[in-house]
């Protein structure tokens, strides 16, 4: 079993539905992270947080620590949301867990 | 606008040549750290390095090797490159400062590297 779980693997929803995509993880982190990967590779961080809940335009990051679960929300989903969506734990002071990912397709 | 650059972009060894591929970090990063994206996978974190010294290593053997410069440069080097090293390869960099992972990473853009 992975250390960083997400799901669904892929997603594919029509423009202006409500989105979420799912993390869990299984070890003791000191902050998770939300991360965007456009096709060719690109990362762009979106969210850091180790509680609670953080929103930054159509996106909102959600952590509950006691369950070990993350979701990410994109409201009002537009075609140029379609991207991998990963998932990434900081374990201690040494390294990122990263998810295998959730590919995003919005249909206009 | 990242600010953090990588070279190559693209990149073809064969099976037992060696390789470096180049990052450069945002000035005043003293944190970065690389990682491994095999094809449909999340990435795989190798090692990090901080003000210059090796900060935490993955799962990954020996011939993976990095170094890190005084001006924000970095380096990862693979010796006796094996199939199963073809991958995209991204390193990131953070302000760095603690030895946290905990500060938010910015990513290169990755080099492709595929060994025949």
């Known amino acids: 079993k992975n250390e960083v779980e997400q799901s669904p693997q892929n997603l594919t929803a029509q423009e202006g539905e409500f989105i979420t995509i799912n993390c869990s993880y299984s070890v003791g982190i000191s902050a998770l992270h939300w991360l965007q990967q456009h096709p060719g590779g690109g990362i762009v961080s979106l969210f850091m947080l180790s509680s609670g809940k953080k929103k930054h335009g159509r996106l909102i990051a959600t952590i509950n620590i006691q369950e070990k679960h993350s979701s990410l929300h994109i409201t009002a989903s537009h075609p140029r949301d379609s991207a991998v969506y990963i998932c990434a734990v900081s374990q201690g002071a040494q390294k990122l867990v990263f998810g295998q990912g959730t590919r995003l397709t919005i249909n206009p | 606008e990242t600010g953090v650059t990588q070279s190559p972009t693209h990149l073809i060894k064969t099976r037992g040549q060696q390789v470096t591929l180049r990052c450069s970090s945002q000035?005043?990063?003293?944190?970065v750290s690389w990682y491994q994206q095999a094809l449909g996978q999340g990435p795989q974190f190798i090692f990090q390095y901080y003000r210059e010294e090796e900060n935490g290593r993955g799962n990954f053997p020996p011939r993976f090797s990095g170094l890190q410069f005084p001006n924000y440069s970095s380096e990862l080097n693979v010796n006796a490159l094996e199939l199963d090293d073809s991958a995209l390869y991204l390193c990131?960099?953070?302000?760095?400062?603690?030895?946290?992972?905990?500060?938010?990473?910015?990513f290169g853009p990755g080099t492709r590297l595929t060994v025949l």
């Open positions: 990131a960099s953070s302000p760095g400062t603690s030895r946290s992972y905990t500060d938010t990473q910015y």
């Open positions: 000035s005043g990063h003293n944190t």
